[in-house]
């Protein structure tokens, strides 16, 4: 029998869940997700909101959708040249428009029940604007490439929803939560910090702010930086969906959850 968690307090009081701007590193974010699936699946199937930015904002809708989201994309990029994303031969966005289209299923817009809520920052205004409202799949697949567009990474004429230009929404939030209830939202993101769920480093004497987010200011955490924007290997992102599995775990166990075979 797999290994499952015989109790949680997650199942009496669920609690939203957010998944940070992450690059090429939401792996870490999927290994977390896959986690709670085999050992306290209530966690994702009974948060009110799952929120997502940047490639966060994919790993929500795969959780929110129960559609599969693993490492084709990445795996297809970071092998076709040490450029990686920036291969000229490599269309990043048209790869991430194509994956989402596949995957995605044709009522994705009924299945999400108010549940989804991706950010994203409005070109005229620099705003950060969380949309929770979708009325088809298309609506669904613009808001995810508004979430994970970056300038110039991803081309250089920003995607629309619902007629209005938007840009990653990690720019002006990297761990989005919801206003009502910012306190009762469980984050997920794969820079140490103060996250709920994050890599554990040993402690260091500076702390980064970044767009609203405290960040470890070490070593390691600039080789994750490197690693979610110009993955040299595969082996690296597979690694940190292996560490967001067992940083999931452990974040269980700290919860008093109980592992058993």
Request: aromatic letters at 8%; charged letters at 10%; glycine letters at 8%.
């Amino acid at each position: 029998m797999a290994p499952g968690v015989s109790s949680c307090h997650y199942q009496e009081n669920p609690r939203s869940i957010s998944f940070s701007g992450s690059g090429f590193l939401a792996t870490y974010q999927l290994g977390v997700a896959q986690c709670f699936l085999n050992h306290a699946p209530w966690i994702l199937h009974n948060a009110p909101s799952v929120l997502g930015a940047s490639a966060g904002s994919l790993v929500a809708a795969a959780v929110v959708l129960s559609f599969v989201l693993n490492l084709p994309l990445w795996d297809k990029i970071v092998k076709a040249s040490t450029l990686g994303p920036l291969n000229p031969s490599v269309n990043l966005f048209h790869c991430l428009e194509c994956i989402v289209n596949k995957y995605l299923p044709h009522d994705a817009h009924q299945l999400t029940g108010g549940r989804l809520a991706i950010a994203m920052t409005r070109l005229t205004d620099g705003k950060h604007v969380v949309m929770t409202e979708f009325h088809s799949k298309e609506d669904i697949v613009q808001a995810l490439l508004c979430s994970c567009y970056v300038p110039g990474y991803c081309g250089f004429l920003p995607p629309s929803f619902k007629g209005v230009r938007y840009l990653d929404g990690a720019f002006t939030g990297m761990q989005p939560v919801l206003t009502v209830s910012p306190c009762n939202t469980l984050t997920v993101c794969p820079f140490s910090g103060e996250t709920d769920i994050c890599p554990t480093d040993t402690p260091c004497m500076w702390d980064v702010v970044t767009s609203g987010s405290v960040l470890k200011g070490n070593m390691a955490n600039s080789l994750r930086v490197i690693n979610a924007l110009f993955p040299v290997t595969v082996e690296a992102l597979e690694q940190a969906f292996h560490g967001g599995y067992k940083d999931g775990v452990n974040f269980l166990l700290s919860s008093g959850g109980k592992l058993h075979s």
